[in-house]
């Protein structure tokens, strides 16, 4: 039997920058401190924004996995927000770089099983946060790695950190 969602698309997409058909994850099943787990079925839509010559690669499960940490650090800063009167609102995240990918499939838009996305804070503090990440369609994994995020733009090289507040960054 699934597991019932903890919060739905639309309450996931108020917590992202990422909206509309963007917004690519569907629920989070479950989360605590230092994980989220989420569910996604839009590989499989003929409209997903990023497919490219009608095929979605496996490489683009890395933007469900940063998905999935950004709704994590959301749902953390709320709940310090909501413990600790006065605490700062959730900042906005960076992805600064990927390492370790691992594709173990070639397409994800292959997959008729919808997807389990799941994200692990390994550590972190009040600017940067490493997490891994895996993605799978029931019992198969498809990609896994890890993820730096940087929680200030000041924090990335010169060149990026303007790409970013331009709106011209990836």
Known sequence: MPTPPILQQLEIARRI??????????????????RIVCQASSHRAPDNPLRAGGRLGAACGVEYAAQAMAVHGALLAESVEATCAGAAPPRVGYLASVRSVTLHVQRLDTIASDLTVTAERLLGDANHILYSFRLEAGPQLLLEGRAAVVLDAALLRPADAAAYSSGAAP
Do not use: F, Y
């Open 17 to 34: 920058p990422h909206q509309g058909r963007m917004c690519l994850l569907d629920a989070v099943t479950k989360w605590d401190a230092e």
